[in-house]
């Protein structure tokens, strides 16, 4: 009997022991578990000087994944539905020792002082270059499936700036126009008029103009103004002489570089944050996902 709660005893204090050992899973993406062992671990490490870079931090910035544990939770879901689903040709592109070298020389930090300090984190060499080496493959395929896809021209500036205050972000338009110039007379007119008209234009030799809306006249401004990109005006007659013009291009004058860059930068960044959200939801449904609170 005295053996035999013994035993009981070594049993229950082994049991205990080994209980406190058990991991709890926080989440599972299709076979893959995501312990909470492993969320401490990451948000310590994106609280340290060892952050990897990486375009998914644009999105969800890393003081945010830091102060919700829920936030970090639902990124970490979604690199494994992301590292689930990557291309051969992405898997394929780069190495996960070029990917350690280039980090070790970005931070000017050697491979034994950072397995001190990833110690510190609880994370190991190897789970830390698996970080980076994703990371870079993420950029990659994000760049190549949304970024490259997602432009920011001169007029969504001035839209943006538009429906936003009311007014034109540009103040100016530069119009590169084909000139042609004829005879101010009856004869000359008539000329004008028939080529403006024609659905076929002859080879009449033309003039390459660029001009501000400043440089032109009343008459000339409304006329070009109005016009699209490929379009025939009707003749315009001052001076002395007629004229018909062809509109190759219009652009804004930009009268502050830096801040067309930075509403540019603003702009790019929403349409980019809009298309990976739809982008991701739509990698999510091919996973799945089971969290647990």
């Known amino acids: ?92 592109s780069s190495s996960k020792e070029e990917v350690l070298r280039q980090e070790l020389k970005r931070k000017n930090i050697s491979q034994k002082r950072l397995k001190k300090k990833l110690r510190r984190i609880g994370l190991s060499l190897e789970e830390y270059q698996d970080i980076l080496y994703y990371n870079s493959l993420f950029d990659r395929w994000v760049q190549t499936e949304i970024a490259s896809a997602t432009q920011v021209l001169d007029t969504d500036i001035n839209d943006y700036y538009r429906m936003k205050t009311g007014k034109n972000f540009f103040k100016q338009y530069k119009y590169d126009l084909n000139q042609w110039t004829f005879d101010f007379s009856k004869q ?7 080529f403006s008209k024609q659905t076929e234009k002859k080879n009449l030799p033309s003039q390459f103009v660029s001009l501000t809306e400043e440089q032109m006249n009343t008459d000339l401004r409304k006329v070009i103004s109005g016009m699209s990109v490929g379009q025939f005006s009707r003749p315009i007659c001052f001076g002395s002489h007629c004229y018909v013009f062809e509109l190759l291009q219009r652009s804004f004058l930009v009268s502050d570089q830096r801040a067309t860059e930075r509403l540019r930068a603003k702009i790019f960044q929403e349409r980019f944050s809009s298309k990976f959200k739809n982008w991701m939801e739509d990698k999510r449904k091919s996973s799945i996902i089971k969290k647990y609170t």
């Open 1 to 92: 009997m005295k053996y035999q709660s013994l035993f009981i005893l070594l049993y229950l204090v082994t049991f205990f022991a080994s209980a406190r050992t058990i991991e709890k899973t926080v989440a599972v993406v299709d076979d893959e578990m995501i312990f909470l062992s492993e969320v401490k671990a990451y948000r310590k490490l994106l609280s340290s000087s060892l952050a990897p870079a990486g375009v998914l931090f644009q999105i969800k910035p890393k003081k945010e994944l830091v102060r919700s544990r829920k936030k970090l939770i639902s990124f970490m879901i979604d690199e494994k539905v992301l590292k689930s689903q990557l291309p051969v040709e992405q898997l394929e």
């Open 188 to 194: 000359g007119k008539a000329t004008a008029e028939g």
